[in-house]
């Protein structure tokens, strides 16, 4: 999705040359850009917008994505967004002739590339709401939605998620909530594990877009103690997924880094605590 070249209102980006990723390391929608951008070995400037300091609530984010969230891609000055968007546009523009990794329309691939992409983005925020109960990611206060949702141009998708904060913020994630997260989640992996037990990748015999988009949830859900080595198929291909150079040097990222000892942390805490998220599955 292209944002209008008017509802851009930081200008400065506009001026801006090559590519250019506005992301959070700790993002899993940031990450699946990334990967992409490493398999295709691209050459892209990085700017950190720190989610934990609300920086995408700020005035001069919301003048480049009224939504808010990122990723954000700036190809020489025009403004890309949303995650599963961007990795198609930069398939489409950058990958070499017969190394795409989207399929052709009217295949039967591409359909059911179509499904699993649909799949992957509706548990975002289930894997969303674990992180917050099992991870590191933080309630959001009052005063940090009111900022999100007053500054920029008025936003369809940044309501919508202005309204999940809010009603987090008044339920405090009650048990049922984090236990519906958990059989949503595990009904999508026993499904991915069945596909997997037939072929090596989820849709045919090469990684694609849905293999990007898969692996980043997948490891989300490992660091935060869900137990994916359950599926075993499954886990095996993440495994394997995990040692691409596009993928490793993504987890070698100091950053990165940081973050699995952070993730290791609180997997330590849940379990001394008696809290572990298996108890709710």
């Known amino acids: 999705m292209i944002i209008d070249d008017e509802q851009v209102t930081t200008e400065e980006v506009k001026r801006w040359k090559g590519l250019h990723l506005m992301h959070f390391q700790g993002s899993t929608c940031s990450q699946k850009v990334r990967l992409l951008l490493g398999e295709l070995s691209l050459d892209w400037t990085a700017h950190s917008i720190n989610l934990l300091k609300h920086d995408n609530a700020s005035t001069w984010f919301l003048g480049i994505n009224p939504r808010g969230v990122v990723p954000v891609l700036i190809d020489d000055g025009v403004v890309h967004v949303e995650s599963n968007d961007i990795i198609a546009y930069l398939d489409d523009r950058y990958a070499p002739s017969g190394s795409s990794f989207l399929f052709d329309n009217n295949d039967a691939q591409a359909r059911s590339a179509a499904i699993l992409l649909e799949k992957e983005h509706a548990l975002h925020r289930d894997l969303r709401l ?82 990007i988009a898969w692996f980043v949830n997948i490891q989300r859900l490992q660091r935060i103690g869900f137990p994916v080595s359950r599926f075993a198929n499954l886990y095996e291909y993440y495994l394997k997924l995990a040692s691409r150079p596009a993928f490793s040097a993504d987890a070698k990222h100091p950053a990165s880094k940081v973050g699995q000892v952070v993730f290791a942390a609180y997997r330590f805490k849940n379990r001394v605590k008696g809290r572990a998220l298996e108890s709710f599955l």
């Open 130 to 211: 674990l992180t917050m109960e099992f991870g590191p990611l933080r309630m959001k206060t009052e005063q940090q939605i009111a900022q999100q949702e007053g500054n920029g141009n008025p936003d369809e998708e940044r309501d919508t998620e202005v309204r999940w904060w809010r009603e987090r913020l008044r339920t405090a994630n009650a048990a049922e909530d984090i236990a519906g997260a958990c059989s949503r989640i595990s009904v999508a992996l026993i499904d991915l594990d069945n596909t997997l037990a037939a072929q090596a990748f989820l849709v045919g015999d090469r990684i694609s877009i849905v293999d």
